[in-house]
């Protein structure tokens, strides 16, 4: 009887080990290289998501109030401390723009401002905050909020919230008042009076420097909070129609659209302010944090103003047109 031979077992020869090893880390560097490739398409994305998601915040907020400025609920007349009385004093730390009449509240003397911008020069262009970014800009903006308290056709309102200003108006007289009683006035109805400030700084967050749109509120004294980071730059054009005459052709139509530092007295003040019917925004937003691996050469277009960088900050440029609806009318 024939005995079968067990078959002799052999290992990997040296060569063909190499070869196994090569064909291994190709494989491997190929996995990383997609990882790679992934983890930064994720940073590239999530650092536009948050750049979109901030610009978008920031033009909704400033267009919600910027439209309704100048909105003063029953009262159809031009504000001044003629029609709009108050024994007030000056709230802590005021708010005062440029002339002579732009504080809070309206003065005996000067027209009063409504809307107010300028393009910073220096620290403390207002008088109650001293870190305002230079080159960028900031805006005041006057109104009463849209909804009121009860009145007219309901039992008249007598008491108002407390820490708050508020307005008590009819279509041609209104009184500014701080108290809880609410001032005596015929067909009335009382309004949440606002004084609105916009404007940006940059603030140390560990070793970064980060730009943050800033916002001032009016309630017993003109105090200030943090909105939006990563807001680097905030620019407005006012739209401004050179004609008073409804009967014009070219009535209601912006002849220009000017920026706040070429702004003049005479243009604030025209007509009481109406002949600023829209006002461009450009809002300029960036990551909170650089990235070493992208470089940015752009330059960005802000109406009139043009910037270029040389860093590596991603940055994306939001701009909108907003109508001036409370301008040059006679009923809201």
Known sequence: ???????????????????????????????????????????????????QENGRFAISLLTDDISKQDFWGDYIGPLNFLTISHSLEKPKNDCTGGGINNGSFPLAVGHFRTLWGQTVKGLNPMGCFNNAKIGSDVIQLKRVLTKPLLGLGAAPPTLAPQGNYHLVTNTHKGILFNSRKVPNLD??????????????????????????????RLTKKMSFSPIIEGIEMIRFMYGYDHDSDPLADSYGVV?????????????????GGSNI????????????????????TNTYLLGDLSLTFNDHYRRLLFSTTVTLYNTRIDLW
């Open 1 to 51: 009887m024939t005995q079968v031979k067990p078959k002799e077992q052999r290992g990997f020869s040296l060569v063909e080990v190499f070869i196994a090893l090569a064909i291994g880390v190709f494989i491997l560097t190929g996995l990383l290289s997609v990882f790679v490739g992934i983890r930064a398409t994720a940073i590239t994305t999530a650092s536009y998501g948050e750049l």
């Open 255 to 271: 002849d220009a659209f000017i920026s706040a530092d070429n702004m003049t007295d005479r243009l604030w003040d025209n007509a």
């Open 277 to 296: 019917i829209a006002i461009k925004i450009y809002v300029l937003v960036r990551n909170i944090k650089p990235d070493n691996s992208y470089d940015n």
């Open 187 to 216: 067909s009335s109805r009382v309004w949440q009076y606002q004084h609105h400030v916009y404007y940006i700084k940059e603030e140390k967050v560990g070793s970064y420097s980060v730009p943050v749109l800033m916002q001032g």
